[in-house]
């Protein structure tokens, strides 16, 4: 079936640091790829998304490309800030279900 | 647009009774709408998946009698979890997409925080 590996956190950085979580996915046919963050104690907000190779989801200054010949969807971000700490979670949807990776724990320091 | 609300937010129940969470679209009709669970730290764990009109679609090892999942209309879906015991404590999170083409993006809801005494 589908999955999802995503990087184990926690990570942790410093202020303006360049983050990068890597998402690698297995999946039968073109899937679309997707993002979320979720903040404490709240639910999933789609962070962004890509829908076919090549692809590059943006938002916020977060960043990633759909690579078909890697199989992956590496989430990256060039200066984070305090306000970013959050889990993130790679996930994948096709034929109308959706697969979600681990997530990963991402903590920004001042 | 494509919000979705959860009620309530937190419940806490004593062990043996039962506990209803709804699940709504405020601003578009949801095809489909997904229940998962969520232990800490942990990821989403996919409970079922419920169309609107037509009995859900329980993942392995979920029990049916258990969950109960009601999805009366496009914008409602509802979760009971009947005879509720301390191992059913967790975060339940419910999601819709729309439409029934394009990406499947599903839409978060915000939680309902269970816990069982």
């Known amino acids: 079936g589908d999955s999802v590996t995503q990087m184990e956190g926690p990570v942790t950085l410093s202020e303006e640091a360049f983050l990068t979580i890597n998402c690698t996915y297995t999946a039968t046919g073109y899937p679309s790829l997707f993002w979320y963050v979720q903040y404490p104690g709240e639910g999933l907000q789609l962070l962004l998304k890509a829908t076919k190779a090549d692809d590059k989801g943006s938002n916020k200054g977060f960043e990633a490309t759909y690579r078909k010949e890697t199989t992956s969807f590496h989430l990256e971000k060039g200066s984070v800030q305090v306000s970013d700490s959050a889990v993130y979670f790679c996930a994948l949807s096709s034929a109308g279900k959706s697969t979600f990776g681990d997530g990963t724990t991402l903590t920004v320091k001042p | 647009g494509a919000v979705v609300s959860q009620h309530p937010s937190w419940v806490i129940c004593k062990s043996g009774t039962s506990v209803k969470i709804e699940c709504r679209s405020l601003d578009f009709q949801a095809t489909t709408m997904f229940w998962y669970r969520q232990f800490p730290k942990q990821s989403l764990m996919l409970m079922a998946t419920s169309n609107e009109g037509s009995k859900a679609t329980y993942e392995q090892g979920v029990e049916k009698d258990k969950f109960l999942i009601n999805h009366a209309s496009l914008t409602l879906s509802t979760l009971t979890v009947t005879s509720a015991h301390p191992e059913d404590s967790s975060f339940y999170i419910c999601?819709?997409?729309?439409?029934?083409?394009?990406?499947?993006?599903?839409?978060f809801g915000p939680g309902t925080r269970l816990t069982v005494t």
């Open positions: 999601s819709a997409t729309r439409g029934k083409q394009g990406p499947a993006e599903q839409y």
